[in-house]
């Protein structure tokens, strides 16, 4: 049996599939911030995109409504502490989307879901 890192690394690969065949850039993966991850981070011509990857047995909306206010917050401090630490301007416009995974296979892309 998988264990659910594996699993949640194979939705990832597939959730930044998906996106490059959109026309983002992917600029990382499982990018650790201190105790906080980012699953992937892109580039969308000049927007710089934070990327949750989630996924759910039982269904989208599942998956969705996993992605609560602490799970956002957590994704703004990581995006922040990495942007100072690289010293990136403040001015870049940053992005936050969510990709949603289901158990039959298809995937959605929320834009701005912050």
Avoid at 8 to 35: D, H, P, S, T, W
């Amino acid at each position: 049996m998988l264990s659910t890192l594996l699993i949640g690394r194979r939705y990832e690969r597939r959730a930044a599939r998906f996106l490059k065949r959109r026309g983002l850039r992917i600029l990382g993966r499982n990018v650790r911030v201190g105790r906080d991850e980012i699953d992937l981070i892109a580039r969308d011509g000049m927007v710089a995109v934070v990327v949750e990857v989630r996924h759910r047995k039982r269904s989208r909306m599942v998956a969705d409504l996993s992605a609560d206010y602490r799970k956002i917050a957590r994704l703004r401090r990581a995006w922040s502490h990495l942007a100072r630490d690289l010293r990136l301007s403040p001015s870049i416009p940053v992005r936050f989307d969510l990709v949603l995974t289901a158990a039959d296979g298809s995937l959605s892309w929320h834009q701005g879901v912050v």
